[in-house]
Every structure is written in C-alpha cells, then in structure tokens.
C-alpha cells in the first residue's frame, strides 16, 4: 500500500510525522510522550496516569469544561492514555479545525496550573478507578502477572499506581514529572488524514516550538524473573494468566512470536480455544496475548474457569504448550499470518489507528516502519524457527498470577515438571 508519509523534527527536538490520505474529511492527530509508568520513581507510582488526568482540568486560558468543549462543539473528540511506555493526547476533527486540536492539546501540556483542589478531586477520582480495578479479578490479574514477572522493578508496577502512592502525590511531584520528561526530545506530534505536511510543521512549530528540547529518559532494563502470586477470592472463577519471557518489541523474533501466539490462542480456530473450550468445556475465555518493550517482553495465557475445571485445565493447557514446538503445521501457520496481515490492513483504514502507529512506530523505531517490510517479516516466517522459538521461550521459568478460589491450582514447581515432562 502506497503511504504519502512525511518526517520533520522541530529545532527543539519534538519530530512531526504525517500519514496524508486525501479521500477522507477528517483529521486524526495527537501528541505521544516517552514518559510512561516505567518512568516513574518508586515513591511516585502512579504519576505519569496522574499527570493524564491533570493536564485536563484547566490552563491559563481555558477551563476544564473548555477543554472538552472546543473540540466537542465543532463535532470531534479528545481523549488520552497512559501505558508502561508512553502517554497520549489525541484527537479526531474534520480537517478545517484540526489547528483548533494542536492549540488545544499544546496548551494542555504546556499552561495547565495544577490546582490543588482540583488535584484533590481527581486524586480521589483516581483512587476510586484503582478501586474499581482492584475489585475486578479479570483486570487485577494483569498487574498481578507484571509485577510477578518484573518484582521491585518499574516495569513491574501498575501503571493507575497503588492508593499510597497516588495519596502522597503532590502538585510539586506531578509538576516535577512533567518538567522531566515533557521535553522535546521526547515527543511526536502526528497526524492522519486530509492534511498538508509542511502547514503541519509550521503549526506544529507556532504551538510546541517553546517546549525545551531537554534530553531523552534512560529507564532500567527489564530483568524477568519467573514466580507466583496466588490469592484467594470467593469468587465463581479462577481468574489465571501462565506466562514466559517474550521477545521485545523490536527483536528478530517478534513477528515470528506474534504469529506463535495467533496460532496458540489467538482466535476462535487456535490450538487452545479449540481444546480448552470447544473440545474439552473447561474455560468460557481462554487465548494469548503478548506485551512487548523497548528491551524485553512478556508472553501469556488467561483462562478464567472453575475451581473443578482447573485440575484438568493446567495438564491441558501445559500439554499445549509442551507439544507445539514438535507439531506445528504449516496450515495452521498460513492461517495466523493471514490473520495478522488482514489486521494490520483493516487497521489502516480508521485515521486514528494510522495516526497511533506512525507516532509509536517514531517513538520506538526512530521511524516508520512500511506495511512492506513488516509483511516481508511475516512471509519469511516459516515452522522451523515458530518451533525453535517455541522451545526457547517454553523451556524457561515460567510466571502463573491467579486469583479466586484457587484450593485445587497446582504448585508451580508441579507445573515446571509438567511442562518439562
């Protein structure tokens, strides 16, 4: 697919990139910041979501209502989120006001005046969506599995951070984190749809051109360590994830782990839905999923099923992952690549998916990464290397977080041997 994908880098560092697509009325675009949770300190977890929501309620010029309502009013939307990695401003208008949403979101991150009643107020709003996670097991889990896999480290913590954290956050604090990491160096603006590159630049230069250029963040790398965390709940479900050490996301094996986990459990035709669910009638959500980081990554399995169905769902499910890397069939690896080219491809028709990709593709890679090359990595793909990165990712430690009632979950050194049986 040919892409009119244009670059420019301000002189304070913050590099603009645009995705033209000519046919469209709209404008999706948005400012992404290398300053996630694994940014943080220890003793402010939680800041970088924090900051999120704060640069929200207010600035020198607008209200927190006039924030949402500028863009509202002429039909678009703004939103944002915070990952491990980067957090997020964007927006979707039509393409007469997208200067409107460059205005907006430049002053967002630029004059907001952190209020402290205002701070007070959505500290408690925070706390309540910390809440709300903490009692929702399938959620929970998650963050349960992460600090597992990376304990004491700041890829470990939770990116909503822990109530004592987010409670002895400051306006001083939050206000720190933003002189530390809102740097040019560390930012992209970018822009999908019907929109002019150079006139994006010159925007881009009026809104952002006074934000320091300061010097990109080192974070500490990722250490993996395999373990445990098991809690009990009274609850109708055990709520499982079973993991390993994945491939970051830009090592050699990462195309070839995203189709190893397609192919697992990745839609309704994968190995595990096919004998967990359909053949066998042990889980109603069984599939896989893969996080992915600048320098290492995490592949896993969630199940949620019964306190009796579990002691016949950990022998399956380890038999799964035990025997795959000996009985891979090219059918099946046909199938999860297609599934995955048809996803990228229909990813490409929404202004908004576009413009989220070339902004990460920029953050991560220094660069847009063509459709061409990445389907050129699929196609190279083969069964010999899914099976050989099988039984290098399978024969490691492997991390289990459960919770619920979980009298009948097997120890994990039992697991260990099932899995090396």
Known sequence: MNREINISKLPNGLTVVSDR?????????GLWVRAGARYERSSENGVAHFLEHMLFKGTERRTSKDIVEEIESVGGSINAYTSREMTAFYAKVLKKDYSLALDVISDIVQNSVFNSSEIDKERAVILQEIGQTLDSPDDVIFDHFQSTAFPNQPLGRPVLGKPKTVSDLTGKKIRGF????????????????????????????????????????????????????????????IHLIFGFSGPAIGSSDFYAMSVLSNLLGGGMSSRLFQDIREKRGLAYSIDSFMSSYSDIGLFGVYAGTGNNEIKELIPALCNQIRGLSDSLKIEEVERARAQIKSSLLMALESTGARCEQIAQHILIFGRVIPLEEVVAHLDSIDVMQISNLAKDIFNNSPVIAAVGPIANLEQIDTIAERLAA
């Not at 697509?21 to 675009?29: D, K």
């Open 21 to 29: 697509i000519s046919n469209v009325e709209s404008i999706s675009l």
């Open 178 to 237: 933003l002189e530390r990491h809102y740097q040019g160096s560390s930012m992209v603006v970018a822009a999908a749809g019907n929109i002019h590159h150079q006139e994006l630049v010159d925007k881009c230069e009026r809104y952002f051109g006074n934000i320091k250029a300061g010097k990109q963040a080192s974070v500490l790398d990722g250490i993996f360590s395999g373990g445990e965390h098991r809690e009990y709940r009274d609850l109708e479900q």
